[in-house]
Structures are given as C-alpha cells and as structure tokens.
C-alpha cells in the first residue's frame, strides 16, 4: 500500500503491482516459525508440512524456483 500509494502521490497514471513472498506481499502462518507453536493453526500439528512450505518460499524468494505470476500470465 505504501508504495502504491506513493507512486499515485508521484503522478503515476497507470499502477500494476505484483507483490509475492519476497515483496512481502503475502505469507502464511506456516512461515512464521516463532510464532506457529502458539498460533492454534492446525499446521502447527505438522512440522514436516510447514518446513516444507518454508523451504519452497524460501527458494522462491532467493529466485532458484520461478513461478509464472498469474497477473501476467499469457
């Protein structure tokens, strides 16, 4: 929101954004380690499924898995 609302406040005229795991633009619980034990989320009962997650994002984010991002797939 901050950069969007300061690229409007610049005159951008035309904005698309796509902000994934690594702009911090979205994320999971599964991915918070410290804070899962106490979330009450049920992946917290799942270790292996949450270290997982956290291996893939962690792969996305460094760029050695590349996704097609959905808002500019052809």
Do not use: N, W
Request: with cysteine; net charge negative.
């Amino acid at each position: 929101m901050v950069q969007a609302i300061g690229a409007i406040l610049e005159g951008e005229k035309k904005l698309t954004m796509a902000l994934g795991l690594k702009e911090g633009g979205v994320s999971t619980i599964a991915l918070e380690e410290d804070e899962l034990a106490d979330s009450g989320c049920l992946i917290a009962d799942h270790p292996e499924v949450a270290a997982k997650m956290r291996e893939v994002a962690g792969q996305i984010e460094d760029g050695s898995l590349k996704l097609e991002d959905p808002m500019f797939a052809k």
